[in-house]
């Protein structure tokens, strides 16, 4: 089982929707987790970062469920800009490894 | 403030070529790491460093070297290409003060081997 998993998608949504992207992981000793987004032949760039506590930016809130070890990017009221590949991030082994999904692909249409 | 640098922008090397991808950060982090990124595979830790002198392992460290004399510089090390190593290759640093994780990355490097 790979460490952070994510479903590839694509997720076709039309603008205004909400879409919401799961991203689970293995190792229940880690602590913060990240939300990255990628633009296609870019760099990625950090969306949100997650604690236990959850977080909310503006149409963008993040949650993390230990329990069931997984964390969530629910995006509102979509927009063609939110087209992109987001990135779930871990830590590994003590923090110094920052272990990446594989990406979920969002593609808002008019 | 340029952030983090990587040079050359592509890269094109035979199977046995060795070549070094730059790496340089004017931010003063401690932290840098250096992925690779394939299709629908994310991106992969290669390597990582916390401070100067100090690295270690990541994900998929074979085939390639790192070493960190100064806290800009963190150059990647091909030793012998091979056409797996044909990737995108990003440097990332992050000042990693406070819990704070987040990786400022570079432009990113296309490499194939051919």
């Given at each position: 089982?790979?460490?952070?998993?994510?479903?590839?998608?694509?997720?076709?949504?039309?603008?205004?929707?909400?879409?919401?992207?799961?991203?689970?992981?293995?190792?229940?000793?880690?602590?913060?987790?990240?939300?990255?987004?990628?633009?296609?032949?870019?760099?990625?760039?950090?969306?949100?970062?997650?604690?236990?506590?959850?977080?909310?930016?503006?149409?963008?809130?993040?949650?993390?469920?230990?329990?069931?070890?997984?964390?969530?990017?629910?995006?509102?009221?979509?927009?063609?800009?939110?087209?992109?590949?987001?990135?779930?991030?871990?830590?590994?082994?003590?923090?110094n490894?920052l272990?990446?999904?594989?990406?979920?692909?969002?593609?808002?249409?008019? | 403030?340029?952030?983090?640098?990587?040079?050359?922008?592509?890269?094109?090397?035979?199977?046995?070529?060795?070549?070094?991808?730059?790496?340089?950060?004017?931010?003063?982090h401690e932290y840098m790491s250096?992925?690779?990124?394939?299709?629908?595979?994310?991106?992969?830790?290669?390597?990582y460093s916390v401070g100067?002198?100090?690295?270690?392992?990541?994900?998929?460290?074979?085939?390639?070297?790192?070493?960190?004399?100064?806290?800009?510089?963190?150059?990647?090390?091909?030793?012998?290409?091979?056409?797996?190593?044909?990737?995108?290759?990003?440097?990332a640093s992050s000042d990693r003060?406070?819990?704070?994780e987040?990786l400022?990355?570079?432009?990113?490097?296309?490499?194939?081997?051919?």
């Open positions: 089982r790979k460490e952070v998993e994510q479903d590839p998608g694509p997720f076709n949504v039309p603008e205004g929707a909400t879409v919401a992207f799961n991203c689970t992981y293995s190792n229940s000793a880690s602590q913060s987790f990240f939300w990255y987004r990628q633009d296609c032949r870019k760099e990625p760039k950090l969306l949100m970062s997650v604690y236990s506590s959850g977080n909310e930016d503006g149409r963008f809130t993040a949650q993390l469920n230990r329990a069931s070890q997984y964390i969530s990017l629910l995006i509102r009221d979509s927009k063609l800009s939110d087209s992109a590949t987001y990135l779930c991030v871990a830590p590994s082994g003590g923090y490894k272990i990446f999904g594989a990406g979920t692909r969002l593609a808002v249409h008019p | 403030n340029a952030g983090v640098t990587q040079t050359p922008k592509f890269q094109v090397l035979k199977t046995g070529q060795s070549m070094t991808l730059q790496c340089a950060q004017d931010m003063n250096w992925y690779r990124q394939d299709p629908g595979m994310g991106l992969r830790l290669i390597h100067a002198g100090i690295t270690d392992q990541g994900e998929v460290p074979n085939g390639y070297n790192v070493s960190r004399s100064t806290t800009e510089d963190f150059p990647l090390r091909l030793l012998s290409a091979a056409p797996s190593q044909t990737s995108v290759y990003f440097c003060q406070g819990g704070n987040k400022f990355f570079g432009s990113g490097t296309q490499l194939s081997v051919l």
